[in-house]
């Protein structure tokens, strides 16, 4: 069940911006003195939404009145036009909204090196403004998706101090997907009070946890985005001198971006497997990383996955490669499922052919690697390859 959010009202609107009749842009409007917390994406060739949402968020004191949200058109690669157009979108909500341009943050998603199609946004504004309420995220969900096969949002309810306090987040993505500090778009909103910095503080540690942790094809968006509003509606304070309602805050927090955040990887573009990828035992998170990553990225082992393959050569092909300097070999263990694969750097003495096939059948795989060097341990989530994913991609623009 998707709970409202005190302070904060959605409304979706038909901008025409690829498709008519088609739910494509989304404002989303949050109570004044709200706190806000955001992440971008490192890529550098981010969107001109990236850049002007970032800038006024700062230039407001990191907060925020609208997030103006469109599907369609990514903005991106399109120069000084794009950031006019930007602009120009931002100024007709703060005029409709009676704020300033800088407290309205813009996000875009779809295709890249096309102009945002600012006067038809504009003229939908009125009616997304007319449409707000509090009940309007699933709607907005929706409208906010590209590839997706499905809307992405969740809630949670906690008490602190006796309050109930509500959090409430959505999210879309299913290609173009390694985030690099945020995901392809993520919102969030609660409303407990929480001061900035220790909302910035929680929320990044979300993130890392959640969104920085998926795969689907090893590429990070130009557009990607998560931000977060604090309304303070509830009057429950979250605190860092209050150990314990920090922590079910914040655990709360952590619990619904990794559910949104595994949403992402289980509509991925054409996906049929959703798999978990365990590397323990590694002398650094950072080479933990560099084999997970490395399998989660390889298409060989994506393409064997689709095929339900036990093709354990691949995953020792990729763990070799993941450039771990002295890696004795013979220390690795390979898991799929909990079936030991592969050990002393050859296939396990135990292993059978039929239990490998055994193990891929499932469309929830874990694939398990100890290292044997320390203590370390990382867990990435990423999908399969499979015939739709290239059909998919082919055919975006057409």
């Known amino acids: ?9 959605l409304g979706v609107a038909q901008a025409g911006i690829k498709k008519p009749n088609k739910d494509d842009l989304t404002l989303i409007e949050i109570a004044q003195g709200a706190t806000v917390a955001a992440v971008f994406t490192q890529n550098a060739f981010c969107a001109a939404p990236v850049h002007i949402a970032r800038n006024h968020w700062l230039a407001a004191g990191k907060t925020a009145r609208y997030w103006l949200i469109n599907t369609g058109n990514a903005n991106a690669g399109t120069g000084e036009p794009g950031m006019a157009a930007a602009l120009g979108t931002c100024n007709k909500v703060a005029a409709l909204g009676g704020v300033s341009g800088e407290q309205v943050m813009p996000f875009s998603t779809g295709v890249i090196g096309e ?8 003229a939908a504004l009125p009616a997304a403004f007319e449409a707000l ?21 969740a809630s949670r309810s906690l008490l602190i101090d006796g309050k109930t306090v509500t959090l409430t987040g959505m999210s879309k993505g299913a290609g173009m997907i390694r985030p690099d500090m945020a995901t ?21 540690s979300a993130v890392a946890a959640s969104f920085n942790r998926i795969t689907v094809d090893g590429d990070t968006s130009t557009n990607d985005a998560a931000v977060i509003a604090a309304t303070g509606a509830s009057g429950a304070v979250v605190s860092p001198h209050d150990t314990a309602n920090l922590e079910t805050f914040s655990e709360a927090l952590m619990s619904l971006a990794i559910e949104l955040a595994q949403a992402i990887v289980r509509d991925g573009e054409g996906a049929t497997k959703f798999v978990e990828v365990r590397v323990e035992g590694g002398a650094t998170n950072a080479e933990c990383d560099a084999v997970a990553y490395t399998i989660a990225h390889s298409p060989l082992v994506k393409t064997a996955l689709f095929a339900s393959d036990p093709n354990w050569g691949r995953l020792l092909a990729a763990i070799g490669r993941a450039g771990l300097s002295n890696l004795v070999v013979e220390d690795v263990g390979v898991y799929i499922n909990d079936v030991l694969i592969a050990e002393n750097g050859a296939r396990a003495a135990s292993y059978t052919e039929a239990q490998g096939v055994a193990a891929m059948a499932p469309a929830d795989l874990t694939i398990r690697v100890t290292l044997d060097r320390g203590e370390a341990v990382t867990t990435v989530w990423t999908t399969d390859f499979s015939y739709d994913y290239v059909k998919i991609n082919a055919e975006y623009r057409t």
């Open 1 to 9: 069940m998707t709970l409202p959010v005190a302070g904060v009202r």
């Open 184 to 204: 392809m778009l993520a919102f969030f909103a609660t409303d407990a009070v929480v001061e900035e910095a220790l909302l910035a503080s929680l929320f990044k």
């Open 133 to 153: 309420t509090q009940d309007g995220w699933e709607r907005a969900a929706n409208a906010i998706l590209t590839t997706d096969t499905r809307a992405k949002v």
């Open 115 to 122: 102009l945002l199609p600012e006067a038809c946004i504009n």
